[in-house]
């Protein structure tokens, strides 16, 4: 992972860009990561439709269904939104 091309330091000095295979490589990290994450989500997500499941039954894949139907910038969203109501409670419960 500390193979990633840096940019360089703006101190005055020529830069011109990243090569062709620079940016191939950074792409292709960068899609590997996204894969790797993604995958980690819906097994989590597995992990907590089987705990919810319990005797019911029946709703072990639609926890999963519904991730794999969200794409990243949904998940971002949603977590940028409750982390905000998350964070707006811990902060009125500090003013008190």
Do not use: C
Request: proline share 3%.
């Amino acid at each position: 992972m500390n193979n990633m091309p840096k940019l360089p330091a703006h101190d005055g000095e020529q830069w011109d860009g990243f090569t062709i295979d620079e940016l191939r490589y950074m792409r292709a990290y960068t899609a590997a990561r996204l894969e790797i994450a993604r995958e980690r989500l819906v097994h989590n997500a597995s992990n907590v439709s089987e705990a919810f499941s319990g005797p019911m039954g029946g709703g072990q894949n639609i926890f999963t269904r519904l991730l794999g139907a969200l794409s990243y910038v949904d998940v971002a969203v949603l977590t940028f939104k409750i982390g905000k109501s998350v964070f707006r409670i811990f902060k009125s419960l500090r003013g008190r």
